[in-house]
């Protein structure tokens, strides 16, 4: 959603960029729980940052998937997925990334998962782009 104010455009109240990604602010609190730490990247799908966890106590990855409808979809497809890997491997014997929780936030869908000390492309370039 687009709305007019003066000579700005605000894309979705101002929290939106062009893009339909959502303006990383250091300290800012997503659904009052997520604490914003430090942004660790952007995709085709979003923006990946570092957060505080207050409900549970630890440092996440969150995943903020762009307010776009295309997007969203998918986004609702890649969750299925982590729904169903999460349920499945209770344990953690798969080595699969683990989804921690859900949340719909300002038109975002956030998911988020276990703080890794490196993202997949990185490894993959690491290990000269063979398969895992």
């Given at each position: 959603m687009v709305q007019t104010t003066?000579?700005?455009?605000?894309?979705?109240?101002?929290?939106?960029?062009t893009k339909g990604n959502y303006r990383i602010n250091t300290k800012d609190h997503i659904a009052y729980r997520y604490e914003i730490l430090q942004f660790l990247g952007k995709g085709s799908f979003g923006v990946a940052i570092k957060?505080?966890?207050?409900?549970?106590?630890?440092?996440?990855?969150?995943?903020?998937?762009?307010?776009?409808?295309?997007?969203?979809?998918?986004?609702?497809?890649?969750l299925k997925i982590l729904q169903f890997l999460k349920e499945n491997d209770p344990e953690?014997?798969?080595n699969i990334i683990h989804m921690k929780d859900y949340v719909?936030?300002?038109?975002?869908?956030?998911?988020?998962?276990?703080?890794?000390?490196?993202?997949?492309?990185?490894?993959?370039?690491?290990?000269?782009?063979?398969?895992?």
């Open positions: 003066g000579e700005q455009e605000d894309y979705n109240f101002g929290y939106d960029d957060c505080f966890d207050h409900k549970n106590k630890e440092e996440v990855a969150l995943k903020i998937i762009k307010n776009k409808k295309k997007y969203y979809y998918q986004a609702g497809v890649e953690d014997t798969m719909i936030f300002r038109k975002h869908l956030c998911i988020s998962f276990e703080l890794m000390s490196i993202n997949l492309y990185e490894f993959m370039k690491l290990n000269d782009f063979e398969g895992l």
